[in-house]
């Protein structure tokens, strides 16, 4: 049997002639094989040497067993253990598998279905591992709110998951407010420096006559107003990740030294003329165009091209539409337990001037929005009158209907709701080209929902077709 990495068998049975036997056998199938005559002599072997499944006899002295199984899953729960018995009662079998056991086999033992049970153990094994490493790495990017299912958020979370293991200095380049900082966050999480810092820089916040400082550090006295010795950025992300925001705003001249602490893996603190080594990972974030920087020679190539290794651009809010519900619904839980609210999520018609805004903040702004109107709302659901004007401004039909659609119209005997339903179904299709989709949307119905009231409009025209 084909085995693609020596899984690690112990073999428990106080039957020396059995177990040598068995052992045999296992070793034949490829598995290296470890010995024990009894349930005290495996509990001791596994507290000092780790074992992928352990098979076991249900009679033994000392420690039969059943004793061993429990003993062995308080020590380790995660080890399978197959339990073999000539014993072949119903309750001799439920006793081994409440006390843990993966499975229960009888003496003289049927090897095909040994060799089964012990391929679904160790398959249970490698499968629980791998559950508990996505369970990990999704709640690392969870607690960093990567939020969405669209198609463009799919493959990003996709290229994270694969550069966040490795030591690649990383470019993130986006507009303002995509996430830029959020992805940085989830990739430091990834990684093997997790437990070290992640120190974030905006170069665009800091004077140019103090990045230098910023960045090295410096020595007391080495300017005016120096009265103490500082750290810099680098030398606090030692071990740990330094993200480099804005990165397109940093000045020619502390690109070049920017560059060489990268290169020789040394930095110098202004007024200090000793290197001192750092061992940092560089994340880069920038909203503006490199490629037109590096043309118009306000970015050095031999930068970019260092920190350039892997690029990742975060998507536009408004190229990601489908995540504007999952991220409302996201801030909505997050703002309704800040400001001691029971938000329960937007109407139609709100999340209807979501869905059109081209949101040029992006998810910043979309984060404000929200938290603007959960601070405003009185009631369960955000509505059109708690989003600011600018969304308002989207629907000029809702805030002025034509008068047949007012509810004079009904008062006055001159229409009825079914009809009023009818006018507004029509406008919504011819406003979308008769796009039965866009148009259903709009009006807070299912696409089902709509094709069965166009399909009774049609009977009606027709009342004596079958």
């Given at each position: 049997m084909a085995v693609p990495r020596?899984?690690?068998?112990?073999?428990?049975?106080?039957?020396?002639?059995?177990?040598?036997?068995?052992?045999?056998?296992?070793?034949?199938?490829?598995?290296?094989?470890?010995?024990?005559?009894?349930?005290?002599?495996?509990?001791?072997?596994?507290?000092?040497?780790?074992?992928?499944?352990?098979?076991?006899?249900m009679r033994m002295p000392r420690m039969d067993g059943i004793d061993a199984t429990r003993e062995i899953h308080r020590y380790n729960p995660a080890v399978p253990i197959v339990i073999m018995t000539a014993y072949s009662s119903i309750p001799s079998a439920v006793e081994a598998l409440k006390s843990g056991a993966f499975d229960y086999l009888t003496k003289p033992l049927d090897f095909e279905a040994l060799r089964l049970v012990m391929e679904r153990a160790l398959e249970h094994t490698s499968l629980k591992e791998e559950n508990e490493g996505l369970k990990r790495q999704l709640a690392r990017f969870q607690t960093h709110e990567m939020v969405g299912s669209s198609p463009a958020m799919e493959r990003l979370m996709e290229m994270v998951a694969l550069v966040a293991p490795t030591e690649a200095t990383v470019l993130l380049t986006g507009e303002s407010g995509t996430g830029?900082?959020?992805?940085?966050?989830?990739?430091?999480?990834?990684?093997?420096?997790?437990?070290?810092?992640?120190?974030?820089?905006?170069?665009?916040?800091?004077?140019?006559?103090?990045?230098?400082?910023?960045?090295?550090?410096?020595?007391?006295?080495?300017?005016?107003?120096?009265?103490?010795?500082?750290?810099?950025?680098?030398?606090?992300?030692?071990?740990?990740?330094?993200?480099?925001?804005?990165?397109?705003?940093?000045?020619?001249?502390?690109?070049?030294?920017?560059?060489?602490?990268?290169?020789?893996?040394?930095?110098q603190r202004v007024g200090s003329d000793?290197?001192?080594?750092?061992?940092?990972?560089?994340?880069?974030?920038?909203?503006?165009?490199?490629?037109?920087?590096?043309?118009?020679?306000?970015?050095?190539?031999?930068?970019?091209?260092?920190?350039?290794?892997?690029?990742?651009?975060?998507?536009?809010?408004?190229?990601?539409?489908?995540?504007?519900?999952?991220?409302?619904?996201?801030?909505?839980?997050?703002?309704?337990?800040?400001?001691?609210?029971a938000v329960k999520g937007m109407t139609p018609q709100a999340m209807d001037l979501l869905l059109r805004y081209h949101w040029p903040g992006n998810i910043r702004e979309l984060e404000n929005v929200v938290e603007r109107s959960v601070i405003?709302?009185?009631?369960?659901?955000?509505?059109?009158?708690?989003?600011?004007?600018?969304?308002?401004?989207?629907?000029?039909?809702?805030?002025?209907?034509?008068?047949?659609?007012?509810?004079?119209?009904?008062?006055?005997?001159?229409?009825?709701?079914?009809?009023m339903e009818k006018r507004l179904i029509l406008k919504s299709l011819e406003e979308t080209g008769w796009n039965k989709s866009e148009a259903a949307?709009?009006?807070?119905i299912t696409r089902r929902t709509l094709k069965l009231k166009l399909r009774r409009y049609e009977e009606e025209k027709s009342p004596g077709r079958p």
């Open positions: 020596k899984s690690q068998i112990l073999v428990v049975d106080d039957d020396q002639a059995h177990r040598l036997m068995l052992a045999t056998l296992l070793e034949e199938w490829g598995y290296r094989i470890h010995e024990a005559l009894d349930g005290l002599e495996a509990l001791e072997f596994i507290r000092h040497s780790p074992v992928d499944l352990v098979v076991m006899d830029k900082g959020m992805i940085a966050r989830a990739i430091h999480a990834g990684s093997s420096r997790r437990e070290k810092p992640l120190v974030e820089v905006n170069c665009a916040a800091i004077p140019e006559t103090l990045i230098e400082s910023e960045l090295f550090g410096h020595e007391k006295g080495a300017f005016t107003g120096a009265d103490r010795m500082r750290r810099g950025r680098f030398s606090m992300a030692d071990g740990g990740t330094l993200l480099l925001d804005e990165i397109g705003e940093l000045p020619l001249p502390m690109q070049a030294k920017l560059l060489r602490a990268l290169q020789e893996g040394e930095i000793i290197s001192l080594p750092v061992n940092v990972r560089i994340i880069a974030a920038t909203n503006r165009n490199i490629q037109q920087m590096l043309a118009g020679g306000s970015f050095r190539e031999d930068l970019y091209y260092r920190l350039n290794v892997v690029a990742l651009e975060v998507p536009p809010l408004r190229e990601r539409t489908e995540d504007i519900p999952i991220l409302v619904q996201h801030f909505c839980s997050h703002f309704s337990k800040r400001y001691h609210k405003l709302l009185q009631g369960d659901y955000i509505s059109p009158r708690e989003l600011p004007l600018p969304l308002q401004s989207l629907a000029p039909e809702i805030e002025a209907e034509p008068a047949e659609f007012s509810p004079d119209v009904l008062a006055s005997g001159r229409g009825t709701l079914a009809e949307r709009r009006l807070g």
